[in-house]
T-cell receptor
Framework: AQSVTQLDSQVPVFEEAPVELRCNYSSSVSVYLFWYVQYPNQGLQLLLKYLSGSTLVKGINGFEAEFNKSQTSFHLRKPSVHISDTAEYFCAVSDQGNTGRRALTFGSGTRLQVQP | ETGVTQTPRHLVMGMTNKKSLKCEQHLGHNAMYWYKQSAKKPLELMFVYNFKEQTENNSVPSRFSPECPNSSHLFLHLHTLQPEDSALYLC???????????????FGAGTRLSVL
C-alpha cells in the first residue's frame, strides 16, 4: 500500500519570498511522483512529474522539485512566489510496477497563501 | 482548459433525488477516473475505467453508480445520497492504463455536490 504525507496543511508566505512545500511518501515498490495545483473553483493541473532520470525536475510557473529516494521525499520549491501562486498543492504517487493499481494516491494538500 | 469537461459545475439535491454527473474528454484518452474531494481529506479514488471496462471500484457505496458508454464519456449516477456525500467530484482521464502509473492524468474542474 502507498501513502503520501504533506506535513503542512497551510503555508503563508510573503510575495517574492522563497517557498518549500514538503511531501513524503511510503511505498513497497518504486513510484512515479507528481505535484498538482488546484486554483479556486478549478480542477487539478499537473505542475511537474518525476518518472525517471534526473532527480531535480522543473515544472510550470517556475516550480521545481527534487526526488530524494533515501528520504522518500519529493519537496516542491519556488525561489520567488507571486500572488497568483495562491492555491492548493497536492503531491501524488503511482506505482511503477505492474501491481494492477493504475490511479494516483494523493496527499491531503497544502494551501499556499501568498501575501503582499 | 484541460480537455476534460464536467457538468454540471454545481448540484444541490435532496436525499431522495436521483441525479447524474457527466464527464467528457476530448483528448483521445482511453482511461477515465472518478475521484471524491472532501474538505480536509485527501482525494479519494472511486472508480477506474479502461477502454470502457471498469477496472477498479474502491469500495464505493452502491448509491454511486458509474457508467462508461465509450472512452470519451463517463457518468456518475447518484441516488439516495447522504449529507456526508457532499463534496467536489472530480473526473480525470489518461491515455491508457499500461506502464502502470506513467500516464499523466488530466482533470476536469469538478462538480460541487451538496446533499440536503
Amino acid at each position: 500500500a502507498q501513502s503520501v504525507t504533506q506535513l503542512d496543511s497551510q503555508v503563508p508566505v510573503f510575495e517574492e519570498a522563497p517557498v518549500e512545500l514538503r511531501c513524503n511518501y511510503s511505498s513497497s515498490v518504486s513510484v512515479y511522483l507528481f505535484w498538482y495545483v488546484q486554483y479556486p473553483n478549478q480542477g487539478l493541473q499537473l505542475l511537474l512529474k518525476y518518472l525517471s532520470g534526473s532527480t531535480l525536475v522543473k515544472g510550470i510557473n517556475g516550480f521545481e522539485a527534487e526526488f530524494n529516494k533515501s528520504q522518500t521525499s519529493f519537496h516542491l520549491r519556488k525561489p520567488s512566489v507571486h500572488i497568483s501562486d495562491t492555491a492548493e498543492y497536492f503531491c501524488a504517487v503511482s506505482d511503477q510496477g505492474n501491481t494492477g493499481r493504475r490511479a494516483l494516491t494523493f496527499g491531503s494538500g497544502t494551501r499556499l497563501q501568498v501575501q503582499p | 482548459e484541460t480537455g476534460v469537461t464536467q457538468t454540471p459545475r454545481h448540484l444541490v439535491m435532496g436525499m431522495t433525488n436521483k441525479k447524474s454527473l457527466k464527464c467528457e474528454q476530448h483528448l483521445g484518452h482511453n482511461a477515465m477516473y472518478w475521484y471524491k474531494q472532501s474538505a480536509k481529506k485527501p482525494l479519494e479514488l472511486m472508480f477506474v475505467y479502461n477502454f470502457k471496462e471498469q477496472t477498479e471500484n474502491n469500495s464505493v457505496p452502491s448509491r454511486f453508480s458509474p457508467e462508461c458508454p465509450n472512452s470519451s464519456h463517463l457518468f456518475l449516477h447518484l441516488h439516495t445520497l447522504q449529507p456526508e456525500d457532499s463534496a467536489l467530484y472530480l473526473c480525470a482521464s489518461s491515455r491508457r492504463i499500461v506502464e502502470s502509473g506513467r500516464n499523466i492524468q488530466y482533470f476536469g474542474a469538478g462538480t460541487r455536490l451538496s446533499v440536503l
